[in-house]
């Protein structure tokens, strides 16, 4: 018997009554409605905090579907996203997990940074991601036909990649695919201008910074100031901390660990705000 649906960790559902705010860069919003449309699985490609969960999470709502958003970490298993037996009172129950509840309800499953789950993760995703658009519950002796309104969403950074966590080929030709990369300058300030509430003429040196920060990747720092860290630092900028410190907690400290480097990304901030 089914159980009650518990509330999972990582699962977040969103109203179409309240769609969060994302600003298009090119035609992703189109692309995204007509793989849903078409009942095709899609991949989003790009770094961290670049904001592909918010466009998840946006494009749901605008489709007025619910979303299971899960964060895939090493420990995650195919039980983890299917379901497992529980002990309830006495009693065992099958207690569906997130893709289970995913596909039971049409809604849209999301599966952030894939490559960071098992590898039992990927061969359950398989008979979701052809024409069977099934899954298999072998425990209940169940096998579940994904319905019209359901799809199946995965993400991951390029940059994370290695020998040990890759998506592997097989498994990537089973999607359609989207790149993401940080917005244009006059994108970026807009975003976080509307995100942290800081007004938009203090946001432009704010990006600009982050341009000349950015541009040390590969050089100073491994990994670099993401849209996310922008809009945390405008957000204390505008709560009226000093802009030194403020780009300091979010911009500085986040990424690196090396007091000569840190001591250069501060004075490029210096320069910036006196």
């Not at 002990?87 to 289970?100: I, S």
């Not at 309104?149 to 989207?178: A, C, H, W």
Request: net charge negative; with cysteine.
């Amino acid at each position: 018997m089914n159980a009650s649906l518990p509330q999972h960790s990582d699962e977040v559902s969103h109203s179409a009554k309240q769609i969060p705010f994302y600003l298009p860069i090119s035609n992703e919003c189109n692309l995204f409605e007509a793989t849903y449309r078409h009942r095709l699985p899609l991949l989003l490609k790009g770094p961290t905090g670049c904001g592909k969960t918010r466009f998840v999470a946006h494009m749901a709502a605008r489709l007025g579907r619910p979303l299971f958003t899960v964060s895939c970490h090493d420990d995650l298993t195919a039980a983890d996203l299917t379901g497992r037996y529980l002990l309830k009172g006495g009693e065992t129950v099958w207690v569906d997990g997130p893709l289970t509840r995913a596909i039971r309800e049409g809604g849209i499953c999301y599966l952030d940074e894939i490559v960071e789950a098992r590898k039992d993760v990927t061969v359950v995703l398989h008979p979701l991601t052809d024409d069977r658009r099934i899954l298999p519950l072998e425990r209940t002796g169940e096998t579940l036909h994904a319905p019209d309104e359901f799809m199946l969403v995965v993400s991951y950074n390029p940059g994370y990649q290695n020998i040990l966590k890759s998506l592997k080929p097989s498994t990537r030709q089973r999607f359609v695919s989207l790149s993401f990369d940080f917005p244009p300058g006059e994108v970026e300030v807009e975003i976080v201008a509307n995100e942290s509430g800081l007004a938009r003429e203090r946001c432009i040196p704010l990006i600009n910074l982050a341009t000349r920060l950015r541009a040390l990747k590969g050089i100073d720092l491994e990994e670099i100031v993401s849209t996310r860290l922008l809009v945390y630092c405008a957000i204390l900028m505008e709560e009226g901390l000093d802009p030194l410190q403020a780009a300091e907690i979010t911009l500085v400290e986040p990424l690196c660990d090396e007091m000569d480097i840190k001591e250069g990304l501060l004075e490029l901030i210096r320069a910036t705000y006196g």
